[in-house]
């Protein structure tokens, strides 16, 4: 049976015609929001759901028991409810690293716009003023310092281009080892707070999480400089937007964003936000920084990629909502001949004592005569559960618990 593949957003032709030749049942309807999104994942029963900016709450995942994978086209996935999609069995993928360098791009693109006042001085012409005494006002970049928080692949490719501008580089994430900063030549922080204190443009690349929601906070942001740059290309719930803006009124920071509070969820429409109107040097931008032609063909091609390793293998790439940390007290190895229905003897022994599998693997030797599961129980099983599987002499070798 085909895999059913719905795509609410827009991907390349190239990438839809990839997934149905390798025998997906593909369903192409961009733009699909809310209730026509629930809709529709429940009309076409679909097992894979590809998204990119579009959110996916609850109810869509809800919507049919046959999702199975949503797949989000873009590294951020902030706007999928993955607690429901945990609930559900429902694995929730990410195209972690394909956007990179388009993100790295812009934040380059605000900060040399911040120094040189582009956005001022393009208005000014426009209006048909001519001022190149204020406008000629610029500190440069060359030998500054350049403080980085969140050090991934967007964070790493900000790295790369501030040193190709000769600048000083500070950087803090809690996975930056010593040897790691050592390698990327930057200068290891212990904290956002030390980073500000170091640096005078502060940029911060991480993932919304309820752990980085407001981590560049007031506290963060007195550290600064006056008229020190900030630059948010990352999301809006990791940093204090009200702090930001008494910084730049009280401090002069400059600051350079791509992405606000309370965006509008459509593509065009009205937006007033307070950051905007807080007076200074604030730049923003249209929450576009993974969008290059470069960055979406990537994006598709990974998002593509993921679909066909899911259809062909069930394998899951680049999953978010794997739990990690295993609950299990300890393992039951058991060494047993490759019949039919060996397994399910097994479990329903376990089954009968009333004991939970939490996590399970199966490995076949070569001749395909005999194989080894290991089976990860919630609690020790009491010796007579083991004679008992030890007893089915004719599917089981050998029979051991390991505890964890």
Known sequence: MALKVLVADAVDEAGLGELRACGCDVTYEPGLKDAALRDAVASTRCNVLIVRGTEVPKEVIEATDDLGLIIRAGA????????????????????????????????????????????DGA?????????????????????????????????????????????NVVAYSRSLTHDAAVELGVLRCASPAEVAGRCDILTVHLAASPETKNIINADVLKQLSPGSYVINTARADVMDYAALAEAVKSCGIRAGLDVFPREPATGQGEFVTDIIRAGGVVYGTHHIGASTDEAQAAIAEEAVRI?????????????????????????????????????????????????????????????????????????????????????????????????L
């Open 307 to 403: 679909a066909k390793t899911y259809a062909t293998t069930g394998e899951v790439l680049h999953c978010v909502n794997i739990e990690n940390r295993c609950n299990a007290a300890c393992q039951l190895v058991v060494r047993h001949y490759d019949k039919v229905g060996v397994l399910a003897c097994v479990l329903d022994v376990v089954s009968r004592a009333n004991i939970s599998v939490k996590q399970m693997s199966n490995t076949i030797y070569q001749g395909y005569e005999a194989a080894v599961a290991i089976i990860q129980l919630d609690k020790m099983p009491p010796p007579t559960l083991v004679e008992s599987i030890a007893g089915l002499k004719d599917k089981v070798i050998k029979v051991e618990v390991k505890t």
């Open 76 to 119: 951020g996935y902030n706007t999928i409810d993955v607690a429901a999609a945990s609930r559900r069995s429902v694995a929730v993928a990410n195209c972690p690293g394909k956007n990179a360098v388009a993100v790295a791009e812009l934040t380059f693109g605000l900060i040399l716009a911040l120094d040189r006042r582009i956005v």
């Open 123 to 167: 208005v000014d012409l426009r209006n048909g003023k001519w001022n190149k005494k204020e406008y000629s006002k610029a500190r440069g970049l060359k030998g500054r310092t350049l403080g980085v928080v969140g050090v991934g692949d967007i964070g790493r490719a900000v790295i790369q281009r501030g040193q190709a501008f000769e600048m």
